[in-house]
């Protein structure tokens, strides 16, 4: 499993306002932030994530760094899939929406070719880790 920060809120709060300030961009790496309603409190959480565009498409993967568990975020879009993205310099509401059992396969594959720490993730876990599509809103 991959370490986290020992305050990983504190270095949430950190990314985000770095991410905000540079105009919803970081030079070094594929970063979103993804602001879901919380399935128990209803207030809004925003998560830094990593993203990946297959195909024009752009999704999440809620490997929740290699735990047992799947992340907060992806619970709270399961209950309510309406979520906001700010990613690439803009930001913009979507749905969430986690990829069919039928169709994950050769997504996963794809992911895992060009992102191969995914690969340990998964084989490091009982449960299959859910990867979420973010379809934009107009």
């Known amino acids: 499993m991959t370490e986290l920060p020992i305050d ?15 105009g919803r961009r ?4 594929p970063l979103l932030l993804l602001t879901t309603v919380g399935r128990k409190s209803g207030q809004a ?12 498409r752009m999704y999440v993967i809620a490997s929740n760094a290699g735990a047992v568990s ?3 975020w992806f619970r709270n879009l399961v209950a ?17 929406r986690p990829v069919a059992d039928e169709d994950r396969p050769v997504l996963w594959t794809r992911i895992c070719e060009r ?3 995914f690969t340990d993730h998964q084989n490091g876990v009982e449960r299959k880790i859910p990867v979420v599509e973010l379809i934009r809103q107009l």
Request: no cysteine.
């Open 115 to 117: 992102y191969p720490f």
């Open 70 to 72: 799947d992340p907060d």
């Open 8 to 22: 990983q809120r504190e270095y949430n709060r950190k990314l985000i306002a770095e991410f905000r300030a540079n």
């Open 80 to 96: 309510g899939p309406a979520v906001t993205v700010e990613a690439e310099g803009e930001e913009f509401p979507a749905t969430a």
């Open 26 to 29: 970081l030079e070094d790496r």
């Open 45 to 56: 959480r925003t998560t830094p994530m990593m993203y990946i565009r297959v195909d024009e």
